[in-house]
């Protein structure tokens, strides 16, 4: 058998290339990226303290792998060296037991979700040297022209909370399952990413901004002491499942610049039974509103409530092919329309009358005429 060397000597090149994941300690194992450095994962789920080293094998440690503590629920604390420049999505997913975490000034990017399920996490604290990232009084941002609110923590102390001057934008999931918060003034906001409160189970009132277009996906999805939301004026959309398990969401305030209800947006919201839709709406989706579930978790049509809506209406449209009680009210302009017509048609009918009246007339001097000429006639003969 003849062993082809070149053949051999390229596989092994392309090897040494990949990068493959490599065990230095018990602790972290590592993956070389592109440039030479290592991106770590923790490898011990019981750790309690992570001493994350600078250098593995003589590699600088430049960043927190995807997933690194994913699951590190008895992690209390970490120390995160400055030659870290980047903490991936999901780094610090459920690590209950973190309570507190300081960035360094060297860390340029944060992934997604990065402190998602840290439900003990208290305060985010960045180095004032950073000049990507920033915090005020233990909340993440990212730096910028308009400034993005990257995570509240979720345990954070304090009922209420006030979007300051300069934030612009919510991260999506930034407000996730903060059970302390009571409240919370978003005026300053322009936009709020999906998810953004799900989970705030004690949230109670909500201050939305007032040209806000939009809400994605289930923004404000389970929290259960919500009872009011007064939507924005220049509202347009609500997202997929956006109050979905509001169970004490009495009375929603919807704006006539409405266009769009997501797919289950109001699903599960049992104690909103006196809805009025505006004639804006033009798409509902399924089980969009009006809907929680029954004894076997069935979807079914909520006892006792009505939708108020517009004769001819998609609200109309939806109540009618969903089997839910509706009051329809005929539009003004739909009256006015009636209004106009019934004008038409009575200046139409005198018009007509008139005519008829004018042409009798004629005919009946038609036959005056028609009498004298005769009666002329006779006495000229």
């Keep these: 058998m003849k062993i082809n060397i070149g053949m051999i000597l390229s596989c092994a090149a392309v090897l040494l290339l990949m990068p493959l994941p490599c065990r230095a300690q018990e602790t972290f194992s590592y993956t070389l990226l592109e440039d030479g450095t290592a991106s770590v994962v923790c490898e011990d789920k019981s750790i309690v303290q992570a001493d994350i080293p600078s250098t593995l094998d003589g590699y600088p440690v430049t960043e927190l792998a995807e997933s690194c503590f994913s699951g590190c629920d008895a992690l209390e604390t970490v120390n995160i060296p400055d030659t870290v420049t980047s903490i991936q999505s999901y780094a610090f997913e459920q690590c209950v037991m973190l309570s507190e975490i300081d960035i360094p000034a060297s860390v340029t990017e944060i992934g997604d979700f990065a402190f998602e399920g840290c439900l003990g996490l208290e305060c985010i604290s960045v180095d004032a040297d950073s000049e990507n990232y920033s915090d005020q009084n ?63 189970t004690a949230l109670e009132s909500v201050t939305f901004p007032e040209h806000l277009t939009e809400l994605i996906g289930a923004a404000f999805a389970n929290c259960g002491e919500l009872r009011k939301a007064e939507l924005p004026e220049d509202l347009t959309s609500i997202g997929d499942r956006c109050f979905y398990g509001c169970v004490n969401l009495r009375e929603v305030s919807f704006p006539d610049t409405l266009t769009s209800i997501g797919e289950r947006a109001f699903f599960g919201c049992r104690e909103l039974k006196e809805i009025t839709l505006p004639v804006s709406v033009e798409e509902i989706g399924e089980y969009g509103i009006g809907y929680s579930v029954d004894q076997n978790g069935d979807p079914a049509v909520i006892d006792g409530v009505k939708l108020n809506v517009d004769f001819s209406s998609k609200a109309y449209s939806y109540a009618r092919k969903n089997g839910i009680p509706f009051h329809a009210e005929i539009p003004k302009y739909f009256i006015t329309m009636i209004l106009v017509c019934i004008l038409l048609v009575s200046l139409l009918v005198v018009g007509i009358v008139t005519e008829r009246k004018r042409r009798m007339a004629e005919k009946e001097q038609e036959k005056y005429v028609a009498k004298q000429n005769k009666r002329n006639d006779k006495k000229q003969k």
């Design 138 to 200: 233990g909340v993440l941002f990212k730096n910028g022209e308009s400034m993005v609110l990257m995570r509240y923590p979720q345990a954070m102390e304090g009922d209420s909370y006030c979007i300051p001057d300069g934030c612009g934008t919510l991260a999506p999931w930034s407000f996730t399952d903060c059970t302390k918060l009571n409240s919370i003034d978003l005026t300053g906001a322009e936009a709020i990413g999906a998810d953004a409160f799900m989970g705030c």
